[in-house]
């Protein structure tokens, strides 16, 4: 009978040899052609050709992101770019924590020591350049002190991880102290066009947009630099394709249905991802019953709806005590399901108050809407998917560093969102799918003190200067980011 260090030493070779293939399909189209890169692999790229010239200081990436945003494809299409430029397969390891816990019941530690035996040498004593990709690492909690481990013992070794669960990833001090995190997002609307190859937005012009918005000085800044940038934007809105809006918000910020034309199929893929979800990350992270994850399924329908429900009547509602409920929140949130955006207001007052919980992905929101037979064409739930693409808008913003927090105004006819900018400063932003105007803007500005208002919907550019608030394509915020 084989012993345990045999099986995983068998299961290394198989894993090496079959990597290429493996990992291929995530790199090439039916057609044969690549897939297009997102935004995040420059950056990741960048990392490891520092590494490879010999600069140490970052060799080892989190990758955490909710389930479906193209995590294993950015370590496929790492893969795939080390291989070209001749790193050795025997030099590469992929492996899927999920599928050696479920095959072998071995943790990554002990596949690292196998490894380790199996390229004859000490990883202390490593002439060599390793590269490991440590795909779905929240199926063993022990993995971030294996990485430690390994990361302590040699600067020879580049190790990317990637997981499902953002806080069970980045929860550990010895992580958060060697480790860098790059929160793996949904598609934004500008990636989408451009995977989709519908139309090419340039970067650069995406963050002069983002820049705009979020950093401009004062309201004169702002006018001017939107009105110089107008008629390029303009062009580039007249190649989109008629409806490319409509298609992101339902399904376009998950790449792994962009390709499925039936939108039935599309729905009832992503219903099957927070399926996963529930029944595997939450039952993992949270260590939650069968009956507790029934009733995080019924959280979702209610906070599809977009609502402001408080955590009373929502916990009457499902029937489930407080803690229970917050229990089903935090885990929704640490599986980047939902994202949670506190009201404005001193600390006391924000603590106090039920904080708004978005979808993190505008299509997750559409695939429960859609199961529950409410998925309509109007403006009202378009709405609801234009807010979720929004706050995922300000998440982007936030992480490229041109906005300190967002928070939403709790006060009855009030803009939607007050953002603090990196000087302290605040903005308004109103939203909406539809035409919009400058009421809500106004009426938070005042409160907030703040040096000018976006309001956001269908339409051309136009400004009310005496107000000092520009109204914006709707298009516009979604690629600014």
Known sequence: MLTKEELISGYIIDAIGR??????????????ERLEQRDDLARIFSFIDDFRSGKRQVRWLVLPGLRGVGKTTMLAQTFDRLKAMGVPMDDMLYLSLDDLQLRLGASLNDALTVYERKIGTAFESLKKDIFLFIDEAHFDS???????????????????????????????????????????????????????????????????????????????????????????????EAMIKPYSLESYLRKGSLPYVLGIKDETTAMSLISSTIDRVLERDLLTQRQLDRPTLIKASNLLSYLAFGERLSQQSLSTNLGINRVTLSAILEGLERADVIHRVMPFGPESTRLRRTPLYRFTSPAMRAAVLSQLGRLGSDNADYGLLFEDATVLALRKASSDGNLRRFDFDPKASSADFVITRGDGSRAVLEVGF?????????STMKNVEAIY????????????????????????????C
């Open 19 to 32: 990597a290429e293939g493996r990992l291929g399909q995530k790199v090439f189209e039916r057609s044969g």
């Open 142 to 236: 022990s993995w971030p002190q294996a990485v430690k481990s390994l990361y302590d013992r040699t600067e020879n070794v580049f190790v990317m991880v990637t997981g499902s669960s953002a806080l069970a990833l980045s929860g550990n001090v010895d992580t958060a102290r060697r480790a860098l995190e790059l929160n793996v997002l949904p598609l934004s609307y500008r990636e989408f066009l451009k995977l989709d190859k519908n139309a090419n937005m340039p970067r650069d012009l995406s963050r002069r947009l983002g820049d705009l918005f979020f950093s401009s000085p004062d309201y004169e800044t702002l006018k001017k630099g939107l009105i110089e940038i107008e008629t390029t934007l303009s062009a580039i």
């Open 453 to 480: 208002g976006l309001s956001v919907g269908k339409g051309s550019l136009r400004f009310n200067d005496d107000e000092k608030v520009a109204m914006v394509p709707r298009e516009w915020l979604l690629l600014s």
């Open 434 to 442: 539809g035409r919009k105007g400058t009421k809500q803007a106004l």
